[in-house]
């Protein structure tokens, strides 16, 4: 079992940087790829980004040269530093983690980001 914890969120002006952590804890040598999902209130969650234990990510496209995608898998911890903050970055940000033996995924309860104008 593989258990997730979201920290960094707050409330940042636009144009300013947040980064974000997501501890995990349990057997962390199960746990694949990872990534960051974003909800906002009424919508449906969004892919951010995702990394590969070896290291490959992927953006979505509005995050592009913002925001950067990292992991420590010794200590089973992701990161996610974002920069030139928008209002429209503002959400929830839930970390999520895949086993890499079989179909599981494990989430974080989240944490809010809010971006002023």
């Known amino acids: 079992q593989v258990q997730l914890v979201e920290s960094g969120g707050g409330l940042v002006q636009a144009g300013g940087s947040l980064r974000l952590s997501c501890a995990a804890s349990?057997?962390?040598?199960?746990?694949?790829?990872m990534g960051w999902y974003r909800q906002v209130s009424g919508e449906q969650r969004e892919l951010v980004a995702t990394?590969?234990?070896?290291?490959?990510?992927e953006y979505r496209d509005s995050v592009k040269g913002r925001f950067t995608i990292s992991r420590d898998n010794a200590k089973g911890t992701l990161y996610l530093q974002m920069n030139s903050l928008k209002p429209e970055d503002t959400a929830v940000y839930f970390c999520?983690?895949?086993?890499?033996?079989?179909?599981?995924?494990?989430w974080g309860k989240g944490t809010l980001v809010t971006v002023s104008s």
């Open positions: 990394i590969t234990r070896g290291g490959t990510t």
């Open positions: 999520n983690a895949q086993a890499r033996f079989y179909v599981r995924d494990y």
């Open positions: 349990g057997n962390i040598f199960s746990i694949g790829t």
